[in-house]
């Protein structure tokens, strides 16, 4: 393989369209550069190997972006990051390489194919794909001079058959990845809406991996389930490189972010000693059951502004059923201390959890309307691949689908799979009454008003009021 020159490997992220397509409140859709693309890109430039970055979601016409730049550049490799539902549009773009250049070789990545490396293979036409972590395993395929024997991936043979390398451990210390290289993105072209930011682009930043909880509608093909942290020093210097690099505002993309309070504190304080004045938030949410106010104090004043939680459920039973690990009391006191310290508050919850019933759906409803949270997403619950839900919907004969652009977490799932308890009628009538009975409150109505005026974010707060599937 070519190494140093500067159309060796080309990234693509497909666009996600689709996937939002259904979301009820449209002006709540993230708009960020993914992160996976350049945490693996940095990997393959410390290898010598010349990448780029396309974005599929900043061109009208993705497919034809693609293949423009296939054309012109002649990359050895292209490598596409694959989310379940965004499938089709995965086919797609491995068509369009595959019309435009027959050397070209196309390796894909990413929680669906970890979860489903040979079906993904078989299904795709891919030539490889790397399983877990890419960060080595990605440069070491393309530098291989024998694919099939790389550790983490598994490879296409010329005459069709499939074979996979040895397992590959996961990285045990993240302070020796590089950094991110988001030099790769145009950051002018992103714009993250005032309603998920203070202030535009925002950007991921990933401080830990691995998560030890078992809910059964999480998949660990990536990552596992040994928790793995950057050191606060490391974390910090990678923020400092994203502000550098034009990000004004940051997000941590972590399972479990706040695992160990002790490391979290840790980068709070590296943060404030270095007299670094930025807006950050844990958008992918923290757990509820390792917070105390004087840690989420410090947090505020390091320059966290809101805390995210996975509360899922209002039902302790549900939530016991889906193995999350945490408790409503629990919750309650997180909340109540999120609120002490001064954070503004969001709450994710899902319905269709396994064992669902429509008092349960009452009772989470009736639960987000207690916390009184500051906002709260619910979304519908989806078998992924990889994941113990999937496995079992699978094993009783419920699943319907395996056409993977259905498994969408804002749309109906009625085609994807048959719920244990309820029908999807009542599920879909109790997932529109979650967003009506809370953000209709008058109550709600008012504190909202006033924190738009004082944080001038009315114009934001009305559009996404008017652009709200009611």
């Given at each position: ?14 666009p ?6 259904g979301?009820?409140?449209?002006q ?20 010598g190997?010349g990448?780029?970055?396309l ?12 293949t423009?730049a296939?054309r012109r ?8 990051s694959?989310v379940t539902p ?5 086919l797609a773009?491995?068509e ?8 070209t070789?196309?390796v ?9 490396p040979r ?6 036409g891919a ?5 877990g972590e890419?960060?080595e395993t990605l440069?070491d ?5 024998e694919?099939a024997?790389?550790?983490g991936?598994a490879?296409r043979?010329?005459?069709g058959d499939?074979?996979f ?6 990285v045990t210390d993240?302070?020796?990845?590089p950094l991110p ?11 993250t ?6 202030k535009?682009?925002?950007g ?6 691995g998560c030890p ?5 999480c ?6 389930r040994?928790f ?8 910090v210097?990678?923020m400092a490189a994203?502000?550098?690099h034009?990000f004004?505002e940051?997000h941590?993309a972590d399972d ?5 309070p002790d490391?979290?504190?840790g980068?709070?304080?590296e943060?404030l000693?270095?007299n670094?004045?930025?807006p ?18 410090l947090m505020?004043?390091a ?11 209002g039902?302790d039973?549900?939530?016991?059923r889906?193995k ?5 009391d629990?919750?309650r006191?997180?909340?109540l201390a999120?609120?002490e310290?001064g954070l503004?508050?969001f709450g994710f ?9 429509e008092?349960?759906?009452r009772q989470?409803?009736?639960?987000a309307?207690?916390l ?13 691949p ?9 094993r ?9 652009s259905?498994?969408n977490?804002y749309?109906?799932?009625r085609?994807?799979y ?5 029908d ?7 997932y529109?009454?979650f967003?009506?009975?809370f953000?209709?409150?008058p109550?709600y109505?008012l504190?909202?008003l006033?924190?738009?005026l ?9 559009r996404?009021?008017?652009?709200t599937?009611?």
């Amino acid at each position: 393989m070519k190494r140093g020159k500067d159309d060796g490997v080309l990234l693509v992220s497909p666009p996600f369209t689709s996937f939002y397509r259904g979301v009820p409140i449209r002006q709540g859709v993230p708009y960020s550069p993914t992160l996976s693309l350049p945490t693996v890109a940095a990997g393959l430039i410390r290898r010598g190997f010349g990448t780029s970055i396309l974005d599929g979601n900043l061109h009208d016409d993705p497919l034809a972006a693609v293949t423009d730049a296939v054309r012109r550049r002649e990359p050895d490799w292209v490598g596409i990051s694959v989310v379940t539902p965004l499938w089709n549009e995965v086919l797609a773009i491995v068509e369009a390489v595959r019309q435009t250049s027959a050397r070209t070789r196309i390796v894909l990545g990413g929680p669906h194919v970890s979860a489903m490396p040979r079906e993904s293979l078989q299904e795709s036409g891919a030539d490889a794909i790397v399983i877990g972590e890419g960060d080595e395993t990605l440069a070491d395929l393309v530098a291989a001079a024998e694919p099939a024997a790389v550790p983490g991936a598994a490879v296409r043979l010329p005459g069709g058959d499939i074979v996979f390398g040895p397992e590959r451990p996961c990285v045990t210390d993240l302070d020796s990845l590089p950094l991110p290289a988001w030099e790769l993105y145009d950051l002018r072209r992103y714009h993250t809406t005032e309603l998920l930011s203070r202030k535009s682009p925002a950007g991921w930043i990933e401080t830990s991996r691995g998560c030890p909880f078992g809910c059964v509608y999480c998949s660990k093909h990536t990552f596992g389930r040994n928790f793995r942290a950057k050191s606060p020093g490391r974390v910090v210097d990678e923020m400092a490189a994203m502000l550098a690099h034009g990000f004004k505002e940051i997000h941590i993309a972590d399972d479990c972010f706040s695992f160990k309070p002790d490391r979290v504190r840790g980068i709070c304080e590296e943060i404030l000693r270095r007299n670094m004045s930025f807006p950050w938030a844990p958008v992918t949410g923290i757990r509820v059951d390792n917070l105390d106010v004087e840690l989420l104090r410090l947090m505020r004043r390091a320059g966290c502004y809101r805390v995210y939680f996975g509360i899922e459920s209002g039902s302790d039973e549900i939530l016991k059923r889906v193995k999350k690990g945490i408790s409503l009391d629990k919750v309650r006191r997180a909340v109540l201390a999120s609120r002490e310290a001064g954070l503004e508050t969001f709450g994710f919850f899902m319905i269709a959890l396994p064992g669902e019933t429509e008092e349960t759906m009452r009772q989470t409803r009736r639960f987000a309307r207690e916390l009184d949270l500051d906002m709260a997403k619910i979304s519908i619950t989806i078998p992924l691949p990889g994941t113990a839900l999937y496995q079992e919907i699978e094993r009783e004969g419920r699943l319907l689908t395996k056409h993977w652009s259905e498994y969408n977490l804002y749309r109906p799932a009625r085609t994807v799979y048959r719920h244990d308890t309820l029908d999807w009628d009542v599920i879909e009538k109790h997932y529109r009454l979650f967003y009506r009975s809370f953000y209709l409150r008058p109550g709600y109505a008012l504190r909202r008003l006033r924190y738009a005026l004082r944080n001038r974010t009315l114009l934001t707060d009305l559009r996404a009021l008017f652009h709200t599937d009611w």
